[in-house]
């Protein structure tokens, strides 16, 4: 051995440093993983939709809870008002319905004048409703424009169908609480394919039945009614259907229709 071979060698430690790795400096912590850090950013997004998310359904819950009767209150109006609004108007877009079926289907003056009588004071309520739901910015059932356009066409002419008859609102049917004399589509077809006395029969019966269900919303709005313009419709209405039904019912016997009583009347 050499005397330069026992030598420690002056450049280099007797300790051996870790070298480290690529792309860190020494003396700082480590870096995150790119994707770690992406997919902490797409959490933190996806809490601030979620926060932003839940306080719209809380708005909007306050907003039907609390804003919305607070405007019907200091409007003078509540839910029963407009919700009966809606039903008599849907109603009485029937009744422009059934009116439009008798030209050529009836070749009875009295049952078409009658009809015609029906559907124009049926038109006028659906007319004085709708006013007064524009009137608190409260959509008009499609159905009840539909009614006054066709009623604006004419009920003394024949409408142009697929056989079906004419149709015044599809979207009248049915309403909450039971149906208040509404027919279904398919009676209505059933109905339009009639003529003579057999169609004024049968019309004449469906809008006996039709109106004594418009009794009902109408009686419920006049006991629990909130608004008083509402309230004097609901009664304005009542009165007519007490009278017409009556017509109706005489008119019916006259052509060979069974006997109609109702206590609703009364």
């Given at each position: ?154 009920l003394t002419t024949e409408v142009p169908d ?105």
């Amino acid at each position: 051995m050499t005397p330069q071979d026992s030598t420690t060698n002056p450049t280099t430690d007797s300790t051996t440093e870790t070298t480290a790795p690529s792309g860190e400096v020494p003396g700082q912590e480590p870096t995150a993983p790119a994707s770690a850090y992406g997919l902490g950013r797409r959490l933190r997004i996806m809490g601030a939709v979620l926060a932003g998310g839940l306080a719209v359904v809380l708005a909007l819950l306050l907003w039907l809870g609390v804003l919305v009767p607070a405007k019907q209150e200091a409007a003078g109006y509540s839910d029963a008002d407009s919700g009966y609004a809606a039903t008599a108007i849907e109603h009485n877009a029937q009744a422009v319905q059934l009116a439009a079926l008798a030209p050529g289907r009836s070749t009875d003056d009295d049952v078409l004048a009658l009809a015609v009588e029906v559907g124009e004071a049926s038109a006028g309520r659906v007319d004085e409703l709708a006013a007064w739901l524009e009137a608190r910015d409260i959509p008009v059932p499609a159905a009840g424009r539909e009614a006054l356009a066709l009623a604006e066409g004419g009920l003394t002419t024949e409408v142009p169908d697929d056989g079906s008859g004419p149709r015044a609102g599809a979207t009248a049917h049915s309403h909450e609480g039971g149906n208040h004399g509404m027919l279904t589509d398919e009676q209505i077809d059933g109905m339009a394919r009639l003529e003579g006395s057999e169609f004024d029969i049968a019309l004449l019966a469906a809008l006996v039945e039709h109106h004594y269900g418009g009794l009902q919303p109408a009686d419920k709005e006049i006991e629990g009614g909130m608004d008083a313009e509402a309230v004097a419709l609901a009664q304005s209405e009542a009165d007519a259907i007490r009278v017409e039904v009556e017509d109706v019912r005489d008119l019916l016997a006259d052509v060979g229709g069974p006997g109609q009583t109702n206590d609703e009347t009364n």
